[in-house]
Nanobody, 132 residues
Framework: HLDLVESGGGLVQPGGSLRLSCSAS????????????IGWFRQAPGKEREAVSC????????YYADSVKGRFTISRDNANNTVYLQMTSLKPEDTAVYYC?????????????????????WGKGTLVTVSS
């Protein structure tokens, strides 16, 4: 069983930055899963869950939703089995619970495959609140 644990959420003022982390407990993702995509979704109050960003296990493809492109950056630290989402220039509309997810088997990441119904593993989420 694969557990994903998110951290790094909190309260930040508009224009500020946060870095979210997602770690897989007790397993090495690359050896446990084979080819996969890992990344983030978010769900704001009263809204549907939406795709934010993903990165392939080979790190040769990434995807960003138009709403975060140029402000968010996804990256991986394979040695620590962790994926990060660096969020800058945060806006009130970025307020949401951010969920880490994994989809396997997958060889590339794009808006066509990074869809919530396709995910195999989910974290429990971390709350990001952007407010003055």
């Amino acid at each position: 069983h694969l557990d994903l644990v998110e951290s790094g959420g909190g309260l930040v003022q508009p224009g500020g930055s946060l870095r979210l982390s997602c770690s897989a407990s007790e397993v090495n993702l690359d050896t446990y899963l084979g080819p996969y995509n890992i990344g983030w979704f978010r769900q704001a109050p009263g809204k549907e869950r939406e795709a934010v960003s993903c990165i392939s296990s080979s790190e040769d493809s990434t995807y960003y939703a138009d709403s975060v492109k140029g402000r968010f950056t996804i990256s991986r630290d394979n040695a620590n089995n962790t994926v990060y989402l660096q969020m800058t220039s945060l806006k009130p509309e970025d307020t949401a619970v951010y969920y880490c997810a994994v989809d396997t088997p997958k060889h590339y990441c794009s808006k066509y495959v990074w869809v919530s119904y396709s995910m195999d593993y989910w974290g429990k989420g971390t709350l990001v609140t952007v407010s003055s």
